[in-house]
């Protein structure tokens, strides 16, 4: 219920519904507060425009992106790695019908995979139910890591609905195992809000992003609204409320 009530919450303050009620918020006002609502129109336009803008919502992403880096394996070593969950793919249909990992999830297992390999370190997959899926994001990320990597897993944390309760839930896990060292896989964008949870779990952290925000070349195209950058636009705004809540509750602490 937690998760419900927080990604509701969440989805008021992120585009598009928080664009959508900026712009319904001034028609509503149009005929009694003119002035005002020709604010809230235009500033709601504007935010969409430039939200949904691929060069304005890549170069947000880049912004978090820059604050992590790639993994040095020759100058960095680790105890073991972990990798989270990024959603289910539910009931796929060319998989019998059962829940399995999504596209964002499967960018994060490819590198967990090729990392498991280079170093032949033990691997943690990190995720729970938080959408009520049969299988747990862990239990998808096994069967996807050993069937179709042919990477072994040899923890799967399955309690988890956010990245806060991935890190407190890993750490009493692999705390049995005396590992605190670890090499943490999840999207360059998402790293510096995952790493500094991990290490305030007690985890010494080294990061292993990927999927990083990148682009051949720009053009018009780069300055033309598309749906695809409104994602990119909603997932900035997430990390940075992440972020910024992060660090209310350090100070609070």
């Known amino acids: 219920m937690s998760w419900l009530i927080t990604n509701t919450l969440a989805t008021f303050l992120l585009p598009p519904l928080a664009l959508l009620c900026l712009l319904g918020l001034g028609l509503l006002l149009l005929k009694r507060r003119r002035k005002l609502a020709t604010t809230l129109l235009f500033s709601g336009f504007a935010l969409l425009w430039l939200g949904s803008t691929p060069y304005i919502a890549e170069g947000a992403l880049h912004l978090l992106e ?71 994001e862990a239990e998808q990320m096994k069967i996807a890591l050993e069937q179709d990597f042919r990477v072994p897993v040899r923890w799967i944390e399955i309690g988890s609905d956010n990245t806060a309760e991935n ?33 305030r779990a007690g985890f010494e952290v080294i990061e292993a992003p990927t999927a990083f925000t990148t682009r051949n070349h720009v053009d018009i195209l780069a300055f033309l609204p598309r749906a695809d950058s409104l994602y990119d636009s909603k997932i900035f705004m997430h990390e940075v409320i992440g972020l910024l809540w992060c660090r209310l509750k350090s100070g609070a602490a």
């Open 66 to 136: 820059s604050r992590t880096h790639m993994v040095d394996m020759q100058g960095q070593s680790a105890n073991a790695i972990i990798v989270l969950g990024g959603g289910s793919y539910a009931r796929a249909p060319e998989y019998g019908g059962q829940d399995t990992v999504s596209h964002q999830t499967l960018e994060r297992l490819r590198y967990a995979a090729r990392l498991q390999r280079e170093t032949g370190l033990p691997l943690l997959a990190s995720g729970g139910k938080p959408e009520g899926s049969v299988l747990a």
């Open 167 to 199: 890190a407190r839930h890993s750490f009493e896990l692999l705390q049995q195992a005396g590992i605190r060292k670890v090499y943490l896989v999840t999207h360059a964008w998402h790293m510096p809000r995952a790493s500094n949870v991990f290490r």
